[in-house]
């Protein structure tokens, strides 16, 4: 079993949307969390980071971890055509970026 | 563009053969990291260094090998190489090597082993 599971898609939403992608994880360690967007022939960029649980809010994208289920999501509200890319969890238990554990990826796409 | 250059962007070689991979990090950044990308293991941490110092290993093959110049630029060699080899290849910076800094990814060169 992998220590972070995220299903791969596609998924596939109409432009408008609300788009909730899901990570679990099964490491009670981990503490720090984040999002990387991967846009097709590009290399990941940081798109959310929280340490330990709660929300955090960014412009259209809320970041949620709850601890106590193993599970954090990101959620885009009024998705763009723009925001089709893979979206990578990522988490760590130490303040080491080499320690960074990584999802497989979702491939989002948003139809216009 | 986020500041940090790999290349070759593709290459396409034969099984036994060695290739090397080129980083040059954001400036600034004295770290650097080299991931694996396949479809099946999705992104896997290979080694790590700080200022020419190799800091911290992961997932990598005794075939494979990486140094940091005194410049910061980075190399990774692959030899003899497997058909299983085969994947996208990204080297990342950081300014420092805590996980709540920020990693910053290249375009990745993708690696072809016939």
């Known amino acids: 079993q992998k220590e972070v599971e995220q299903d791969p898609g596609p998924l596939s939403v109409p432009e408008g949307a609300i788009v909730s992608l899901n990570c679990t994880y099964s490491?009670?360690?981990?503490?720090?969390f984040m999002w990387y967007r991967q846009y097709s022939r590009k290399g990941p960029e940081l798109l959310m980071y929280?340490?330990?649980?709660g929300n955090k809010e960014d412009g259209r994208f809320t970041a949620q971890v709850d601890k106590s289920s193993k599970y954090i999501s990101l959620f885009i509200r009024d998705s763009q055509p723009s925001d089709s890319a893979t979206y990578l969890c990522a988490m760590s238990a130490q303040s080491s970026a080499s320690k960074i554990i990584f999802g497989s990826g979702t491939r989002l796409s948003i139809r216009p | 563009d986020s500041g940090v250059t790999q290349t070759p962007k593709h290459l396409i070689t034969a099984t036994g053969q060695r290739v090397t991979l080129r980083c040059s990090p954001r400036?600034?950044?004295?770290?650097v990291y080299w991931y694996q990308q396949s479809l099946d293991q999705g992104l896997q941490f290979l080694i790590q260094y700080y200022n020419g110092e190799e800091r911290a290993k992961g997932n990598i093959l005794e075939r494979f090998s990486a140094q940091q110049f005194p410049d910061l630029h980075s190399e990774l060699n692959l030899s003899s190489l497997e058909l299983g080899d085969s994947a996208l290849y990204f080297c990342?910076?950081?300014?420092?090597?805590?996980?709540?800094?920020?990693?910053?990814f290249g375009e990745g060169s993708r690696l072809t082993v016939l």
């Open positions: 490491n009670s360690a981990f503490q720090y």
């Open positions: 400036s600034g950044d004295l770290s």
């Open positions: 929280t340490y330990s649980s």
């Open positions: 990342a910076s950081s300014v420092a090597t805590g996980a709540t800094g920020e990693l910053f």
